[in-house]
Structures are given as structure tokens and as C-alpha cells.
């Protein structure tokens, strides 16, 4: 089992920056392709990016240029980078863990979920 827990939310202005923070517990998830996702009221759940266990990305054309996630294995610890927010990125973030080395921008391939962290972005 994994346990993930986000952090980092808050409200931010258009073109502010915010970093967010996966913090994984249980089974290390240094092996494990990680995912940032997101929830905007009255949407469907929607990938944002993803690495994989050697640092590889992936991401949403959605956020290409702005966002950039990392990982820091030490401290099994996954990091969202936010850039030149817009309020189209207000959503509550989650965080993923997949039990396999690789990265994907798809949803259901996913096996840990944290309980997400909310981002809002004032116009």
C-alpha cells in the first residue's frame, strides 16, 4: 500500500505561481510512475503530467510551458511546479501512483490516489 498526501493549495492570482507537494508513505514509490491530476467543479477528472521512475515527463498540452513536475526519490516526494496560473487551472489536484516504473497521462491506470489539494486562481 501507498499512502499519498498533497499539499502546496491555496488561492493565487492570475500569473502567480504556486508548488505543489506529494508526499508518499508505505511502500516507497521510488520505483513507481507518478501523475498529477485535476477536478474542476462540474468536470471530469483530467491529467495534468506525469514522470517516470528516471525523471522522464509528460504532459497536458493544458500546461505545457507552465507547469513542470519533478520527484525527489529521498524524500518520497513528487513535485507540481505551477507557473502563470489562469483561472481555467482552479481545480482540486491529486496526486497518483502507479506500481510500475512508467509514467502515463491515463487515468485509470493508476493504483494510489491522494485526497487531493484545492488551487484556486482569482481573475
Known amino acids: 500500500q501507498v499512502q499519498l498526501v498533497e499539499s502546496g493549495g491555496g488561492l493565487v492570482q492570475t500569473g502567480g505561481s504556486l508548488r505543489l507537494s506529494c508526499a508518499a508513505s508505505?511502500?516507497?514509490?521510488?520505483?513507481?510512475?507518478m501523475g498529477w491530476f485535476r477536478q474542476a467543479p462540474g468536470k471530469e477528472r483530467e491529467s495534468v503530467a506525469t514522470?517516470?521512475?528516471?525523471?522522464?515527463?509528460d504532459y497536458a498540452d493544458s500546461v505545457k510551458g507552465r507547469f513542470t513536475i519533478s520527484r525527489d526519490d529521498a524524500k518520497n516526494t513528487v513535485y507540481l511546479q505551477m507557473n502563470s496560473l489562469k483561472p481555467e487551472d482552479t481545480a482540486v489536484y491529486y496526486c497518483?501512483?502507479?506500481?510500475?516504473?512508467?509514467?502515463?497521462?491515463?487515468?485509470?491506470?493508476?493504483?494510489?490516489w491522494g485526497q487531493g489539494t484545492q488551487v484556486t486562481v482569482a481573475s
Open positions: 497518483a501512483a502507479r506500481v510500475t516504473a512508467w509514467g502515463t497521462l491515463r487515468i485509470g491506470d493508476y493504483d494510489y
Open positions: 508505505g511502500r516507497t514509490s521510488s520505483g513507481y510512475g
Open positions: 514522470i517516470n521512475w528516471i525523471g522522464v515527463t
